[in-house]
């Protein structure tokens, strides 16, 4: 969330859940959820607060234990 030039994140799921990163310039969201679509559209969510701009950087879905 916010700004920074040199962070990194890492972003693990698991047990069939589904997670997603979206980025704008102004700053960044992600979010766990138990699809990909409800994932990518709380990832964009959480980045809109920070500006506009936001697009799905990365997404998936673990396949279960």
């Known amino acids: 969330k916010g700004q920074c ?3 990194s994140q890492v972003l693990t799921y698991a047990g069939g859940n589904c997670g ?5 310039s102004r700053g960044w969201g992600w979010a766990v959820r138990g ?4 994932a990518r559209v709380a990832a964009t969510s959480i980045c809109a607060q920070y500006g506009s ?5 990365s997404a998936g879905c673990a396949s279960g234990n």
């Open 35 to 38: 699809s990909l679509s409800d």
């Open 53 to 57: 701009g936001c697009e799905i950087k």
């Open 5 to 7: 030039s040199s962070c």
């Open 20 to 24: 997603a990163i979206a980025l704008s």
